[in-house]
C-alpha cells in the first residue's frame, strides 16, 4: 500500500514519522494520508478522502499543493 511504502521509505532515510507529510485525493490514498503525521487532500478530493481526517485545502486545480507548502511553512517557521 501506498501507506506501507510511505513508512518504508521514513525508515530507510531515518526520518520521524513525525515529520512525514502527505496530500492524495482518491481511496487508494487512504492508507498514506493516515500514515502521516498530517495528511492533505484538495477540496475536489473524493468524498471517502475528505471524510477521512485530513487537512483540505483548495481545488487542485487552483494551487493545492502550494496551499500544502503554505500550511508547512508557516508551522515551520
Not at 490514498?29 to 468524498?47: I, K, Q, T, Y
Amino acid at each position: 500500500s501506498k501507506g506501507g511504502m510511505v513508512r518504508r521509505l521514513a525508515a530507510r532515510l531515518g526520518i520521524s514519522m513525525d515529520h512525514v507529510y502527505c496530500a492524495g485525493d482518491e481511496a487508494n490514498d487512504l492508507s498514506m494520508l493516515r500514515s502521516a503525521a498530517e495528511g492533505f487532500a484538495p477540496a475536489n478530493a473524493s468524498p471517502a478522502v475528505r471524510e477521512a481526517g485530513v487537512t483540505l485545502v483548495c481545488d487542485a486545480r487552483e494551487g493545492a499543493i502550494a496551499d500544502v507548502v503554505e500550511i508547512l511553512d508557516r508551522k515551520y517557521a
